[in-house]
């Protein structure tokens, strides 16, 4: 990492831009989203403005980073976009053929009928890319990024785990549960501390979205979707397929995640990616703020 990214702020300075930050992209990401929306499902010009909406986000981070912070976006190197935003969907992809798999040993999953629907498929894959990489920008770009800067990765891998998970308690069939599991999952924080790339974990969520919800037909963080590949009858205990909230809150996926998640932490280190408390942030023993 550069001096530039090594570099901390003073405190009030990095409070104002963790707080401003996060509330700045929040609201582009509600406004933004409710615009396309509102939008008609036109094959051409929904894709188009929500591809826009993402490379707004994506410069907007860029340009406040060296305004506000005078840092080089090294998580946003263009040449990782392509292999890391692919690795990414093919761990999204691998993780649910696993879950999948598991869940039809069990008996809890069954395909009732395969139908493919290639434009709505289409305007859907192009919707998790803006929830993924408005997602990405604020929980781990933001979030994630700032805390490692001023407090270390230990702290910033549990702060960004428990803000993900618990902004998820207002969905639907939500529950104190279920945004416990998305924060023990702690898969996008634990790649972007592997790998120091927004590309990664955008590739990860979008991916994961993209196939939980329209390829096999589950629940994605409590909403269900018309259109997917597979409609499938799902049965068996809330615990392990993750109910009406989605497989987010099944043990089963959990475990896979905290596992991967593990293993990704535990690589990041062995290659130096862990950041330290900085010394001038620990108190002495017997001293007090």
């Not at 929500?50 to 080089?72: D, I, N």
């Not at 781990?140 to 702060?159: C, D, K, M, P």
Request: proline residues 4%; contains cysteine.
């Amino acid at each position: 990492m550069n001096n530039a990214e090594t570099h901390r702020m003073p405190l009030w300075k990095w409070i104002l831009a963790l707080v401003a930050g996060f509330v700045f992209y929040d609201f582009y990401y509600v406004v933004y989203g409710i615009c396309i929306d509102g939008l008609p499902d036109n094959i051409v010009v929904k894709p188009l403005m929500t591809l826009f909406g993402c490379a707004l986000v994506l410069c907007l981070y860029w340009r406040l980073s060296v305004l506000v912070e005078k840092r080089v976006s090294s998580d946003l190197r263009m040449h990782r976009l392509l292999p890391d935003v692919g690795k990414g969907l093919l761990l999204g992809l691998a993780f649910f053929v696993l879950f999948t798999l598991i869940l039809w040993a069990l008996g809890c999953y069954r395909i009732s009928s395969v139908g493919i629907d290639w434009p709505a498929l289409f305007l859907a894959l192009v919707d998790f890319l803006f929830v993924a990489v408005c997602e990405e920008v604020i929980f781990r770009g933001t979030v994630y990024r700032l805390i490692e800067n001023q407090w270390g990765s230990l702290f910033a891998l549990t702060v960004s785990c428990l803000m993900f998970g618990f902004a998820h308690l207002w969905n639907d069939n939500a529950s104190v549960w279920s945004s416990v599991a998305i924060a023990l999952a702690a898969t996008e924080s634990a790649l972007y501390f592997y790998s120091k790339s927004l590309w990664l974990p955008i590739g990860l969520h979008w991916g994961w979205n993209f196939v939980q919800g329209n390829v096999f037909g589950f629940p994605v963080s409590g909403m269900g979707f018309e259109t997917t590949v597979i409609t499938p009858g799902i049965s068996g205990p809330d615990l392990i397929t993750g109910g009406g909230f989605g497989p987010e809150a099944s043990v089963f996926m959990v475990t896979i995640s905290a596992v991967v998640s593990g293993w990704l932490i535990y690589r990041g280190i062995k290659k130096g990616k862990y950041v330290p408390v900085p010394r001038k942030n620990v108190l002495p023993a017997g001293a007090s703020d």
